[in-house]
């Protein structure tokens, strides 16, 4: 398989009050096309820092970070974000909140646009709820839009930090399906920021377990056994409690 | 919803229309009876039916239409420079680094000059013509609006920009598309607290220079002690005061539907 991100970061500093202070040290690994890879760690682990390094937020830091084969330079549509809020924007209807992604001078014909963005609700299954107020969405649903905002440029990595980590244990199980169902069909590499270890097993095709300050890949676990996964499953306990020792199990 | 609806009235249920008419009812029949028995001399006020009267016949000879005609376009012509002006300067101020350590100091130094106190400046550089009665009430609406755009630009939701950073968006179409309509519902209560300073602005230039419009109209029945008209003029500032904050007030409505607020929930 093709690598369609690759991050290597030797180093990554914040200067405060003269101090300087590492968040990420030696962070490499390559996510394939199709791949789902999930990062885990417990938060303030500077998960959310790599995320942002990837999505071109901040470029001021040692290594180098590529999708496609491209360098990344700053922020760009082939790289697509969902994060732990919505982020929805208030004043536009669902339909005008996706294409608001879209770039100005889209060359994507006037006819396809509207066709695309009907396509996406479906997918994400909001049909009919084109021309709601984003105030007039549940947390689960707003998230649903977020999704589908995300997807609508066709992006080559799909970038989620703790997408589901604002939803209550119900709704989280629920779209942790969609999630699934959704990366089925479309078949986006996907980098899933989240510290739910259940939620990484059931998702991911490889899970990448981070160290706490700086941040660094601790270990790298594989997941092999097919979809759809009973979170009850033997051998999902025994992945569960092989991955919590190695969160917890050195400090 | 729909029963409730159909027992509306202006948006209010009746008893609540009911309720609001009980102070004002009680106020106007005390006072015309006391004119009428003679309690309050003629020479100072008017019985509210003597008001009525009079305020059809100036209706009617043309001179409280032309009189609000010429205060009406002072008023706009002030507030909508004003505004303009207030909003853009602000949204310059609150979007870009440059030009808010450029103007924002000056500005900020002047904005706590009464603007009454410009008055005598604005009469000596433009005489007591329309000018510088359009220009008073600019500078009181440029600097309420000035303040609030600004600030509301610079509270725009971080996570919204940011989200417009990662769609690649360049910074003139952040301005446009994020941070102006983040602030439109500040904008439009500045506007009506600058709608009000605007008609207290007006007045005082009217009263203080001026050979017509309603502030001429209510100073000049006083010295001339005909408190008949003197209250035709306040009347028509109340209505015309109240109807264009009920527009502004529309306007509102309209353009943040998509907020879902207190209002809503408590239906005020």
């Known amino acids: ?19 300087t202070i590492e968040v990420v040290k030696n962070v490499n690994f390559e996510v394939a096309r199709e791949e789902f890879v999930c990062l885990l760690g417990p938060s303030g682990c500077g998960k959310t820092t790599l995320l942002r390094l990837v999505l071109g937020l901040d470029t001021d ?29 208030p004043w536009l209807r669902v339909m005008e909140n996706i294409r608001f992604a879209l770039p100005r001078n889209s060359n994507g014909s006037a006819l396809s646009v509207p066709a695309r963005t009907a396509e996406l609700l479906d997918l994400v ?12 969405l549940s947390g ?3 998230q649903r839009v977020a999704l589908a905002r995300a997807l609508v440029n066709i992006p080559e990595v799909l970038l989620m930090d703790e997408p589901l980590g604002a939803l209550d244990y119900h709704t989280r199980l629920r779209m942790q399906d969609e999630v699934l169902r959704i990366h089925d069909r479309e078949r986006i590499t ?5 510290h739910d270890v259940d939620e990484a097993i059931f998702l991911s095709d490889r899970i990448l ?36 020792s190695s969160v917890y199990g050195s400090s | 919803m729909r029963s409730r609806a159909a027992s509306l009235v202006w948006g209010r249920s009746w008893s609540s229309v009911l309720t609001a008419i009980v102070v004002p009812a009680i106020v106007l029949l005390s006072w015309e009876a006391s004119v009428r028995m003679g309690l309050l001399p003629r020479t100072l ?55 808010s350590r450029l103007l924002e100091p000056t500005i900020l130094t002047l904005i706590p000059v009464p603007p009454i106190a410009w008055i005598p400046l604005l009469i000596i550089f433009f005489g007591i013509g329309e000018t510088s009665k359009v220009l008073l009430i600019a500078v009181g609406s440029f600097c309420t609006l000035f303040i609030h755009t600004a600030y509301a630009v610079r509270s725009t939701d971080s996570h919204l920009v940011e989200l417009a950073h990662v769609l690649g968006k360049p910074s003139r179409e952040i301005a446009v598309r994020v941070l102006l309509p983040s602030s439109v519902p500040a904008i439009l209560a500045a506007s009506r607290v600058a709608l009000a300073l605007s008609w207290t602005l007006l007045i005082c230039a009217e009263v203080i220079a001026s050979s017509s419009g309603l502030g001429w109209l209510i ?31 529309l306007l509102e409505r309209r353009l943040t539907v998509w907020r879902r607020s207190y209002r809503d929930l408590v239906h005020v």
């Not at chain 1, 398989?1 to 101090?19: C, H, P, Q, W, Y």
């Not at chain 1, 084969?69 to 969902?82: I, N, S």
């Open chain 1, 125 to 136: 299954g909001l049909s009919g709820f084109e021309r709601a107020w984003p105030a007039e």
């Open chain 2, 219 to 249: 100073w000049d029945a006083r010295n001339f002690s005909r408190p008949d008209d003197m209250l035709v003029g306040m009347v028509t500032v109340a209505g015309l005061g109240k109807a264009t904050d009920a527009g502004l007030e």
């Open chain 1, 61 to 89: 830091y040692e290594g180098s970070i590529t999708t496609g084969g491209r360098q990344v330079v700053g922020p760009g549509l082939d790289r697509g974000a969902v994060f732990q809020e919505p982020r929805l924007i």
């Open chain 1, 140 to 142: 689960g649903m707003a």
């Open chain 1, 1 to 19: 398989m093709s690598s369609n991100l690759a991050v290597k970061i030797e180093s990554k500093t914040f200067g405060r009050d003269g101090a």
């Open chain 2, 45 to 99: 006020i008017a019985a509210p039916s003597e008001v009525v009267t009079r305020f059809v016949a100036m209706v009617s000879d043309g001179t409280l239409g032309h009189h609000c005609l010429v205060s009406l376009r002072r008023l706009i012509l002030g507030f909508g420079i004003g505004i303009s002006l207030g909003v853009a300067f602000g949204a310059l101020v609150g979007t870009d680094r440059l030009f």
């Open chain 1, 190 to 194: 996907t980098l899933m920021v989240t």
């Open chain 1, 209 to 244: 377990v981070l160290s706490t300050g700086p941040a660094s890949v601790k270990d790298e676990i594989p997941v092999l056994f097919p979809h759809p996964r009973s979170r009850t499953a033997p051998e999902f306990l025994a992945l569960r409690a092989q991955i919590l």
